[in-house]
Nanobody, 123 residues
Framework: VQLQASGGGLVQAGGSLRLSCAAS????????MAWFRQAPGKEREFVAAIRWNDGSTNYADSVKGRFTVSRDNAKNTMYLQMNSLKTEDTAVYYCATKQGLWMARNGFEYDFWGQGTQVTVSS
């Protein structure tokens, strides 16, 4: 499986962006996919995850109520709609996928990763 993340950019605080993660190769129904992010000088952190079979989701507390993760099975694509962006959301965002439906928050449990896409939120 190869993942391609896109959609990052520069946005003002309070604005919105939508990230996409397109998968080449089959995503099986028993997979989970996730978004992580890493800000300069900080460790990678979990953002959100989704189960491919039923669309169940899981969010980090820091983004709950502002970000929405979704997927389009037909397009083999996962999305991250980011609203009410804050300067602290500035980071490189990565998508990842793993076998198994457990929506892990530890990046080491994910098998495949996309390249990052930069999100910069200005004040």
């Amino acid at each position: 499986v190869q993942l391609q993340a896109s959609g990052g950019g520069l946005v003002q605080a309070g604005g919105s962006l939508r990230l996409s993660c397109a998968a080449s190769g089959r995503i099986f129904s028993n997979y989970a996919m996730a978004w992580f992010r890493q800000a300069p000088g900080k460790e990678r952190e979990f953002v959100a995850a989704i189960r491919w079979n039923d669309g169940s989701t899981n969010y980090a507390d820091s983004v709950k109520g502002r970000f929405t993760v979704s997927r389009d099975n037909a397009k083999n694509t996962m999305y991250l709609q980011m609203n009410s962006l804050k300067t602290e959301d500035t980071a490189v965002y990565y998508c990842a996928t793993k076998q198994g439906l457990w929506m892990a928050r530890n990046g080491f449990e994910y098998d495949f990763w996309g390249q990052g896409t930069q999100v910069t939120v200005s004040s």
